[in-house]
């Protein structure tokens, strides 16, 4: 039998409670530790987030603003392009009517200063437009007195239209082609005046020409001719 050795140990009960604090003094001393991070980290990330509400907040009110802007840019933009269009239009009517009162003024001015014609009586012109049916048509003569001392004077016109029908030279008159037979184009006037009428033409006649011949009751007649030419309304 081998001799056995014995070691004695001994037994140190405050070192190993002592161990045993450090162990939980140091786990404690983590635990806080990262307790205490994870606060800071947190109490940071609040402070960031707060911060990052701050300039969304102030990048979307620059935003916003922009974009009432930009609204306000084309509303403005709008309506000064209305405007624009509202002038060229104005602009463009202004040249018309100017056209228009040149016309008159020239119209006027020869009717004034005109002296030609038996006794300053005469056709200023003849105008023709569509009617209601296909071979009816309107006319207007302007009648005029070119004299220098102008007298009230009176009378009558009539016209003749001249064509072909059906390959023949042919005629007709106001009261072959108007629509009241008896109608007569008398006048009465001291500078000018409008002679309208009717005119309704025969099947397949073709106009060329238009004579119309105005007189007075003590006077002879003035005839002038006119192309068959009809104006849009």
């Excluded at 070691?7 to 604090?21: L, S, T």
């Excluded at 000018?192 to 006649?205: H, I, R, S």
């Amino acid at each position: 039998m081998k001799n056995s050795l014995y070691r004695v140990v001994e037994d140190q009960p405050v070192r190993k409670g002592v161990y045993a604090m450090t162990f939980v003094l140091t786990l404690l001393l983590v635990l806080v530790s990262g307790f205490l991070a994870g606060q800071w980290r947190a109490q940071q990330a609040i402070s960031e987030n707060a911060i990052l509400r701050v300039a969304l907040s102030e990048t979307q009110d620059a935003e916003q603003e922009l974009r009432n802007r930009i609204v306000d840019a084309e509303l403005s933009l709008a309506t000064q392009k209305f405007a624009v269009t509202d002038m060229r239009v104005q602009l463009t009517n202004m040249h018309g009517e100017r056209a228009e009162l040149l016309e008159e003024l020239g119209f006027f001015r020869n009717l004034m200063t005109s002296d030609d014609g038996p006794r300053g009586l005469r056709v200023g012109d003849f105008d023709l437009y569509a009617g209601e049916g296909p071979s009816s048509y309107n006319f207007v003569i302007l009648v005029t007195q070119a004299a220098k001392v102008r007298r009230l004077v009176s009378g009558q016109a009539s016209l003749v239209v001249r064509g072909i029908l059906e390959g023949n030279d042919a005629q007709f008159s106001l009261t072959e082609l108007g629509t009241d037979k008896e109608a007569s184009l008398d006048f009465r006037f001291r500078y000018f005046q409008d002679l309208a009428g009717v005119l309704n033409l025969p099947e397949n006649f073709v106009p060329q020409v238009v004579i119309v011949t105005v007189r007075t009751k003590k006077g002879p007649s003035v005839d002038r001719s006119f192309p068959w030419a009809v104006e849009e309304a």
